[in-house]
């Protein structure tokens, strides 16, 4: 019992805050609209009550003509509650439209909060530890539309509370018992709604499992990415029996709950009808025996609905706001954040240096979050100005994890990664980022036209014939220009109008975009996996023009391309077993000779073409 007022207190505690932390966030966005809307929604409450009162003296003057009244005076009661009933649709639609126009900027501003946020992380780290994309998608979901409807149930619940003292204080004029036995009659329903609102919300809950497959299978069926296998292994009818199994157990959780709450509700409706029927008649007595007028009858018994309305209406709203107003907290939580390992975007002191000096590894560890053994385990090694390094491995041996590392999307767990003699952690971001470009094994694929997808190399420089230049580099124009629109032509099939690539023309798209950045390394992951084997030895042919004086680091898994670079890493579960050129490897007849040997071989004997 007293743990559970103490929870409650808690919650409201809580609730609180959250309201605080909502209130300066909008007034902060639109203080002007944002104080309007309060403004009218306390005029919109206080109308009803002027038009009842009216209507009372109005009724007063029809049922007791004896007492004579100026017939000016009447007119101006008339006037006034046509003109209050006009005020009123006017407030409504006013407010309404002021609503909406605020409610689509916070929507806005909010998830813009929440995306620059997310943005301001400058590692991947944080995408792959389960705890913090749970905390995002939560964000997420707190952002936005649901933003939007937490202030809403809060301006309505405003508008409630405030009818809701209203009534029941003109009611206690008249008796106060009165007041005290329309909120008290009134409790058993409110408080039912109340429950029955907390408990759809754990009913909610406990469904989000089944919701989320319900969702997934549903995707299954209708994405592009699962098209193929859905119709070569003919799996349509298998994701849907799947889909109604999951909507059945979301169906029969919901049915449960109906039933519970059709019971209570009953009861305590009922009740609630009683209290409001037996208040009704005791005004209506209290008339008919002349203690009241008629017009008093009037205006209490207008009154009632109002009250007993209220009530449930603003525990009912209470109670979503609680539930909802969660959401949000995860979303302001969000913003809050800081990450222990986030370094900072403008390094204060920091000076880049003029002269390059190059990368260097010093004794570097790491391990991936949750992952019980290390992917980098004591790694070092240089790369000169100009130098061109190639890295060899087996799948899973560390390699691309080398890049992620070299580009600061972790932090070593031990060592130091040097450029131009300063650790990594000390640049600012954008410092960093210029001074390297990459082409992912898994590379990024935008949906936008060719000649943006380039563009993206180098936002800061002006657009023109660099962009040609850099696709004739990564052999983009062989196929862009063979398209009905050329570089304009828009990517992918997200969008009405675009065009999907084969693979390996994706990955000369993103080369292109490597190209394009007039960075000091140009890192490139694999670039060979989606290419053809022509395109893959036309590109290594020329690597040396291409890249010219600049670093390069690339790992690939065809050794016939490797023999190009000045130093070759090999790499086994992720400590360094080999390092130099191919001649040095080979005479020293490690790893990397039984590899170069095994798949000579291959290639004598056709297996690779
Ligand atoms: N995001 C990740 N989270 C956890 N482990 C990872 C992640 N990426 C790679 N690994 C693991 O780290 C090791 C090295 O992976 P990776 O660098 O991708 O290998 P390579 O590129 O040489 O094939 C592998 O054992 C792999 O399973
Ligand atoms: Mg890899």
Redesign the pocket.
Known sequence: MISSIIDGFKKASTTIKITIDILRYIFSLERLSVTAIFFLCTLEATLPFLSLWLAKYIVDVLTMPEQATDPNTFLNFLIGFVGIGILAQVCATFGQTLREGVGQKIESHSEVSLLKKVNSFSEITIF?NPEFYNHLRNATEGSGRRFVGVIEIMISATRSLLMLGGSVAILGGVHWSLGVIVLVGMLPHSLVTFWINGFKAQVFRAQAHDTREQRYYASVLTSQETAKEVRAFHLGSFFLDKYQEAFSRVYDRSQRFRQRALKVGIVSGGLSGAVSAGVFSWIALQAYNGFLTVGDAVLYIGLLPQAMRTLSLVLGQLASFQLVSLHVKHFFDFLKLELPHNVNEIAENFQSKDTSTGYEFRNVSFK????D?P?IENVSFTIEPGEKVAVV??????????V?LMLRLYQPDAGVILLDGIPLKEYASEDLRKKTSVVF?DFAKFYLTIRDNIALGDLSKDQKDWIESAAQKAQVDDFANELPQGYDTLLGKHFDGGVELSGGQWQRISLARAFARDADLIVL??PSSALDPIAESHLYERFRDLTNDKSALF?THRLGSVRLADKIIV?ND?KIVGIGSHNELMAAEGDYAVLFRTQAENYADGIFE
Do not use: C, F, H, V
């Open positions: 792959e991936y979050p949750g992952a053994r992917a491995g087996r799948n899973g041996a560390g390699k691309s994890t080398l992620k094994q992951d694999e790992i790499l992720g």
